[in-house]
């Protein structure tokens, strides 16, 4: 949103990543730039506002931050600013996927979700490797918070997810994933409402990223009330 060609920052990207750890910004006239190391496990250039404005930005961002700073925003937009910026090309796509009502459990059953303490963690890691190796968010990785579980009858820990890279208006869900022997029993989403219920409280929404190829996931998160934009990263060629 602009007024008089300044940014008003309602984006809640844009607001996700300035409440970051060590976040660094960049603003101009109908441009916003947000630096962002291992936010959702990327260094990311976190980005709103007119496409001329960003190219020019983007231009001058790059060189004042080391490391593999990827520009970040809504799909169409980088798409965009990738059109200017020929040194950059799009990377990947994604679904940022958001509620801002409790979502409650979707799935009866007698495995509740709980957090976890941190003496399982070791058992969240191994559910993670066997399970979802490619997850961003890991038991004790920087701004990973915490972990919820649903163990079986015997105890085994059989689906997990974590609150990571939460602030403190936009809680934040990552490393969901279930034992393929439990798929196809709901845990998934019953897991995900506990998660996203209790990070909403004191929070104005819950948010989470998803590939777009993750097709059971994302209508997972849909039947219990995310809504979806199309998100995008970039990178130097």
Not at 16 to 24: C, F, I, L, T
Not at 143 to 158: E, F, N, Q
Request: with cysteine; charged share 30%.
């Amino acid at each position: 949103m602009r007024q008089h060609g300044v940014m008003t920052e309602r984006d809640p990207l844009i607001r996700w990543a300035v409440a970051a750890r060590d976040a660094r910004v960049w603003r101009r006239p109908d441009a916003v730039i947000v630096a962002c190391p291992d936010l959702s496990h990327w260094d990311r250039l976190v980005m709103d506002g007119d496409p001329d404005a960003l190219a020019l930005l983007v231009r001058e961002v790059l060189p004042e931050v080391t490391g593999d700073f990827r520009p970040f925003g809504a799909e169409q937009l980088v798409a965009a600013v990738v059109e200017r910026v020929t040194e950059l090309e799009v990377s990947a796509r994604f679904a940022w996927m958001e509620t801002t009502e409790p979502v409650g459990s979707r799935a009866p059953g007698d495995h509740k979700p709980a957090w976890l303490p941190e003496d399982a963690w070791p058992e969240v890691s191994e559910l993670i490797e066997e399970s979802f190796p490619d997850s961003y968010a890991k038991p004790g990785d920087t701004d990973v918070r915490r972990w919820a579980g649903i163990r079986d009858d015997g105890g085994r820990l059989i689906a997990v997810a974590a609150e990571a890279w939460s602030t403190d208006e936009i809680g934040f869900l990552a490393g969901v994933t279930t034992r393929p022997d439990a798929r196809g029993r709901g845990l998934a989403a019953e897991l995900c409402g506990f998660v996203a219920d209790d990070q909403l409280v004191g929070r104005e929404r819950v948010a989470l990223l998803a590939d777009y190829w993750n097709t059971a996931a994302i209508a997972t998160y849909r039947k219990l009330g995310f809504t979806l934009r199309p998100v995008a990263a970039a990178r130097q060629r």
